[in-house]
Structure formats: C-alpha cells, structure tokens
C-alpha cells in the first residue's frame, strides 16, 4: 500500500476521532449520558487506553523506521511519554491493576502538552526557543503529513494521547462510581 493511502486512511482516522471526542466530551454534560458513558467505556478505559497508546506506538516507529521520516525533538519528548505506557498499562493489565491510572494519566498529559505546543509551532506559532537549540536534527516544523488541511504527525500524536486521557479518564471515574 503506498505511503500517501496510508497518510489518508490515518488522516481519516484522525478526524473521525476528532469528531468522536468532541461528540463524547459532549456527551458528558449530560447526567443520563455520562452515566452511560462511564459504565460502558469507563469499564474497559484501561484496555481502550492500552489499544491507544500500543497504536500510536506501532505507528511511530512505522513512520520513523520503514518509511524514514526522521523524527523531530519535540517527537522524542513525545515518545518518551507514549512508549512507556505500552508497557505501564499492559502490566496493569496482566496483574488486573487499577492503581497505574494516575501515573499514566500523569504521562499522558505531559505528552498531550508537548504535543499541542508542537502544533503550535507547526501551524506558525513562535517557539519559545528554537528547533535549532535541541541540536542538530529535523527541524520541528517540517511536514511529513498534511491531509485534510491540518492532520499532521503531531496532531496525530496529540489526538492519541487525547484519546488515552479521556480512556483513562473514564476508567478511573468507573472505579470511583463503583465504590460508592
């Protein structure tokens, strides 16, 4: 399957999602809904975040190691807080641990952070200090993907760690309401 089919099936995927979360977050406002969507999501946010962040894993080093795209700085930093919860969430997993969602959610919003300011800096904000200053590298602005007029690498990266804190989200207040 050619690269560019491959950047429009994802490029898809990543607005559906986007249409998916506000829809969800949406939702939530509402008592009878969120009630719902606590119990049905919520029961299985560990597993639905572990499928998120194995996906966005898989897909990172797909881009980076068979397609080539070298990756910026700022995708490190990102990776740094994504990689490790393959790991994190699939042990929670195994041992039927519910006490790992703080310490993921923890490292999902620090990449959701680096993520959105690597958007800003995509679509034309000033960065705070430049590329540049984390070496020598691929600048932090360069395009590899551009579907639909603003799915990029980063907002692919920052759409998965969206997903893995509303996931983990859910699950953690599942626990809560079934507890009381």
């Not at 990449?111 to 958007?119: D, P, R, S, T």
């Amino acid at each position: 399957m050619p690269i560019a089919s491959i950047n429009y099936i994802l490029g898809l995927l990543t607005v559906g999602g986007h249409i998916f979360l506000v829809f969800v977050l949406f939702m939530l406002t509402f008592e009878k809904s969120r009630k719902v969507i606590v119990e049905t999501v919520g029961k299985r946010g560990l597993v639905l975040a572990f499928l998120t962040v194995t996906a966005a894993t898989v897909m990172s080093l797909f881009y980076s190691d068979v397609v080539g795209f070298e990756p910026c700085k700022l995708c490190w930093f990102q990776r740094i807080f994504m990689y490790p919860q393959v790991v994190l969430l699939g042990m929670a997993l195994a041992k039927k641990e519910k006490q790992i969602i703080d310490y993921a959610l923890t490292l999902t919003i620090i990449g959701a952070v680096i993520a959105l300011y690597h958007n800003y800096i995509y679509f034309g904000g000033t960065s705070i200090f430049p590329c540049s200053a984390f070496g020598l590298g691929v600048s932090c602005t360069k395009r590899f993907i551009f579907e639909f007029g603003y799915v990029t690498l980063p907002m692919m990266s920052f759409t998965a760690f969206a997903f893995a804190i509303l996931f983990l989200a859910l699950q953690r207040q599942h626990i809560k309401s079934v507890r009381t």
